[in-house]
Structure formats: C-alpha cells, structure tokens
C-alpha cells in the first residue's frame, strides 16, 4: 500500500514568514513529486514539481526532494494571507507513471 | 490555453440511480485521469486514459467505469449510486514534459450529492 502522510495542520504562520510544509512517502521507487494548493471549495492547483534530490525554487517556493529520506518539503517565502490554503503533496511512482497518490494535506494559515 | 473543463459542476441524485460525469483535457493534452475527493479518504485515483485506453485503474468498486473518446475527452459513469459516492469528482490532464515527468492540471470538479 503506497502512502503519503502530511501533518494535517492547522500549521498558522505570520505574514512575512517561511512556511514549511512537509510529506513522506513510503514507496521507494517514486520518482515523481508535486505539491498542488487547494483553496476551499476549489479545485487543486499545481504550484510545484520536482524529480531529483535537491532543491528546485520558483518564486517565493522551493521544493526539497531527499530519496533516500523518502522526504518532500515545500517552503513558502514571505508568506502572504493569499496562501492560506490546504496544500497537497502527491507523488507518482516508476517511470511514465499517471497515478499520483495524494496526502490529505497540510491546512495553511497565514496570519496578517 | 483554455484548462480543463468539467459538466455538469453540481448533480444531486438518488441512491440507485446512475450518473455520467464529463471532461475535456487542456488541448493537445491526451491523458486525462479521474480521482475522487471526500474529506474523509482525501483525493483517490480511479482511473487513468491515454488514446481511449484504460491504463491505469484505482481501487473502487465495478461500478466505477469510464471511457475516452478520440478527441480525448472523457466521462466516467457511476452506477447504482450510493450515498457514499458524495464527493467531488476531479478530472485531470496530463502532458509529457521534460525529463518524462507528467504533470496534471485539475479541472473545477463535479459535486455529487447523492441523497
């Protein structure tokens, strides 16, 4: 059984702060790693990709990826009230995989 | 580019009935995949097409079935409806980006009730 587990939150930061959300996965031969932001009501949104060990920054996000951890983080810098949301980690095992195998999500509040 | 769209957006049905739910790809895009999503089991797959072929099938019951039709567009079917078949219907479109990564984009879903 392939699992993502995410601490469910409510993770409540202050405006101008980093927000770090984190998810592990149990299945060793992912390859394929997504973080999607859901605001309520809405559908989810891709904010971020990443596929090898390191980091990978766009903006005020960077995506972390430790395979041999089996660990993915999400920073958001400077964080603003607009991205209080549920943020979700998926992750899509062995090559040319479609499945993506979501987390229940990290609740996101940005305090202003 | 237009994003995917999905029809109807809500739906309210019976228990037994049945329901076909449809959705269109972002153009050019030719996978196109199904999940589920209710507050208490998050976002599951069901069911993944590619050229109007199942490739990929989640963990749900028969009574889940779909199709892709040559322009990719897609519908999934849900029959004899149960009321714990209430959720949000998310459809996503795939691309082959670099690296043979894909990654999916998510209509606006379709919110079943069934009472």
């Known amino acids: 059984q392939k699992e993502v587990e995410q601490n469910s939150g409510p993770l409540s930061v202050p405006e101008g702060a980093i927000a770090s959300l984190n998810c592990t996965y149990s299945?060793?031969?992912?390859?394929?790693f997504f973080w999607y932001r859901q605001y309520s009501g809405k559908s989810p949104e891709l904010i971020m990709s990443?596929?090898?060990?390191g980091d990978k920054e766009d903006g005020r996000f960077t995506a972390q990826l430790n395979k041999a951890s089996q660990y993915v983080s999400l920073l958001i810098r400077d964080s603003q009230p607009s991205d209080s949301a549920t943020y979700l980690c998926?992750?899509?095992?062995?090559?040319?995989?479609?499945?993506?195998?979501f987390g229940k999500g990290t609740k996101l509040s940005v305090i202003p | 580019k237009a994003g995917v769209t999905q029809t109807p957006r809500y739906l309210i049905k019976t228990r037994g009935q049945q329901v076909t739910l449809s959705c269109s790809p972002i153009?050019?895009?030719?996978?196109v995949s199904w999940y589920q999503q209710t507050p208490g089991q998050g976002l599951q797959f069901l069911f993944e097409y590619f050229s109007e072929t199942q490739r990929n099938k989640g963990n749900f019951p028969g009574r889940f079935s779909g199709r892709q039709f040559s322009n990719s567009r897609s519908e999934m079917n849900v029959s004899t409806l149960e009321l714990g078949d209430s959720a949000l219907y998310l459809c996503?479109?795939?691309?082959?980006?670099?690296?043979?990564?894909?990654?999916?984009?998510f209509g606006p879903g379709t919110r079943l009730t069934v009472t």
């Open positions: 996503a479109s795939s691309h082959l980006t670099s690296g043979a990564s894909y990654e999916q984009y």
């Open positions: 998926a992750v899509a095992s062995g090559a040319g995989s479609y499945q993506l195998t």
């Open positions: 990443i596929y090898s060990n």
């Open positions: 153009s050019g895009h030719r996978s």
């Open positions: 299945d060793r031969v992912s390859q394929s």
